[in-house]
């Protein structure tokens, strides 16, 4: 894995401000991480009429199983841990459980988990139709992964349990799954439900709000989405009516291009996902005390300089971004019918996040007649991306590095 994969831009922090919310001041001393001399003012928001109070930055522990970092998260005062059921084939779910035991601290931090269950990705609805990693959408499945989750965290409840990926309206308010959360909230094995989504992001949560049953939605919301405007409309509803809003795949992708490498200032995408007061708090996923460092300096200070600005419609201007932004539009131009989206996807994790393992759990989604394996036997590719993507270069890219099912 190539080094600069995993680097981030250094970043003089400016003087901290309360925004929004009162703060709380954490000597930096206690968290160890950077300047001692300076004392940060952790912004805190309210997570809608679950009325959790969590910091703007949280741990999004996709990518990490590092007991360290999360203590050291913790140490600092994030309290709110974002996974999901299939993150690292459950070691996620495991390593935060194993901290949160060892602390004995499960009542001072919000879990949130993910289930995942199959899908019809032509017709973008839930499906009977299930797999090891994606079983069949039913109510006796959602127990399962919840009792296995529960399990693995260590606690007999979660705080905020989410329909993971909902790609379509139809996804999000699906009967048989959506009333199994509302069951597992009555239960009180979650306190609050919610979806996730990282397509067709403006719809999914206008439908999920209008449902009457979730707390949160948590979605992809970026400075380089195209629906971004529709979106920001889409969240103001949410959070007229209540319903918390959860921010993920802030970066656009980390990365913009794969030739001439226009990288991401972190902050500055981090601060404009939340110049947006009815964002919540944001997920980024870390796997690096420095990444942990940056975030930690974001939380305590939304100040989106001129420069910042500047740099991020520079960077939102670029050709060949990385950032998918599952239109689809690309899946007729291939007389294969090859699942393109899930694809760059694949290449997102890989070359934007530097994480292999999600990588191939992305790829492995797919059946053998869907996904790389097809490309692998295809001599010309035809595939195009209105939007810029390179798609053959990715997939060349994914094909070397033996990403197919064998
Ligand atoms: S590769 Fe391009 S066309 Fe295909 S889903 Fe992504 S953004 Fe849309
Ligand atoms: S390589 Fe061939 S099969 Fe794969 S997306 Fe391109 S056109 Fe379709």
């Known amino acids: 894995m190539k080094q600069k994969r995993m680097k981030r831009r250094d970043f003089i922090g400016k003087a901290a401000f309360g925004f929004l919310s009162a703060g709380i001041s954490i000597p930096i001393a206690r968290a160890n991480l950077t300047d001692k001399n300076q004392s940060y003012k952790i912004i805190y928001r309210t997570l809608g009429r679950t009325r959790l109070r969590i910091p703007i930055v949280s741990f999004g522990v996709m990518n990490s199983d590092s007991p360290d970092l999360i203590n050291k998260a913790l140490d600092i005062g994030i309290n709110h841990?974002?996974?999901?059921?299939?993150?690292?084939?459950?070691?996620?779910?495991?390593?935060?459980?194993?901290?949160?035991?060892?602390?004995?601290?499960?009542?001072?931090?919000?879990?949130?988990t993910k289930m995942r269950f199959a899908r019809d990705r032509e017709r973008n609805i839930f499906s009977l139709r299930g797999n090891e990693r994606e079983p069949a959408a039913t109510e006796e499945n959602l127990f399962r992964q919840l009792e296995t989750s529960l399990k693995r965290l260590r606690t007999d409840y979660i705080d905020i349990l989410y329909l993971h990926s909902c790609y379509s309206p139809q996804m999000a308010v699906y009967e048989p799954l959506m009333n199994a959360l509302v069951k597992v909230k009555k239960q009180g094995k979650a306190r609050f439900i919610g979806i996730s989504t990282h397509k067709d992001e403006a719809n999914v949560i206008l439908a999920a709000v209008k449902a009457n049953v979730y707390d949160v939605v948590l979605t992809a919301y970026n400075f380089v989405q195209k629906n971004r405007e529709e979106l920001r409309k889409a969240i103001q509803y949410a959070a007229d009516k209540g319903v918390g809003v959860v921010a993920m795949k802030t970066q656009g992708g980390r990365q913009l291009q794969e030739e001439g490498k226009v990288e991401i200032n972190h902050e500055a995408a981090l601060k404009w996902v939340l110049s947006d007061e009815n964002v919540c708090t944001t997920i980024p996923g870390m796997t690096t005390f420095s990444q942990l460092e940056q975030n930690f300096k974001t939380m305590s200070n939304l100040t989106l300089s001129e420069a910042e600005q500047k740099e991020l419609q520079f960077a939102s201007k670029q050709k060949g971004i990385l950032y998918c932004q599952y239109c689809r539009n690309c899946i007729a131009t291939c007389p294969k019918s090859v699942e393109i989206p899930t694809l760059m996807r694949s290449y997102m994790y890989m070359e934007g996040y530097g994480n292999l393992i999600q990588a191939q759990l992305t790829t492995a989604e797919l059946p053998k007649n869907q996904g790389l394996n097809v490309c692998l036997e295809c001599s010309s590719c035809t595939a195009i991306c209105p939007n810029g993507i390179s798609i053959n270069s990715r997939l060349r890219y994914l094909i070397a590095e033996k990403m197919y099912l064998v």
Request: charged share 30%; no cysteine.
């Open 81 to 112: 841990l974002d996974t999901a059921h299939l993150y690292l084939r459950g070691n996620s779910e495991r390593a935060i459980g194993e901290v949160l035991h060892a602390r004995g601290s499960r009542d001072k931090v919000y879990l949130a």
